[in-house]
């Protein structure tokens, strides 16, 4: 085997492992949106449980996190290609958005207390 046959193997072997990683990195971040909407039902099942007084407040920032989450769906079908960066964004957001939900939930069971 030549040394230019051999080059051509190893970057077609590179091909392969970039078309490999690209396919891996998507289905991470399928994996995490799933996530994501597992946790967000389980939110909403906490949140009916709530006070009712609290109910409004909790709406509102539900619907945030379920709009954060429709939108960081599209972008995932959009550009696969960008995935993970996108991933890394939306989660961030979804992750801040989560926390303001379940310290509402917290100050409700407070205010029950």
């Not at 979804?94 to 029950?112: I, Y």
């Amino acid at each position: 085997m030549t040394t230019e046959e051999r080059i051509a193997k190893l970057e077609a072997q590179i091909d392969k492992l970039h078309a490999k990683q690209a396919e891996l990195h998507k289905q991470l971040s399928k994996a995490q949106l799933d996530q994501w909407q597992g946790r967000i039902e389980d939110l909403e099942v906490q949140m009916h449980l709530g006070a009712m007084e609290t109910t409004d407040k909790l709406a509102t920032l539900m619907d945030q996190l379920r709009n954060k989450w429709a939108d960081a769906r599209r972008q995932f079908e959009d550009a696969t290609s960008t995935a993970s960066s996108v991933a890394d964004t939306v989660r961030v957001g979804l992750e801040n958005a989560f926390k303001e939900v379940r310290k509402a939930l917290l100050e409700s069971k407070n205010k029950l207390s």
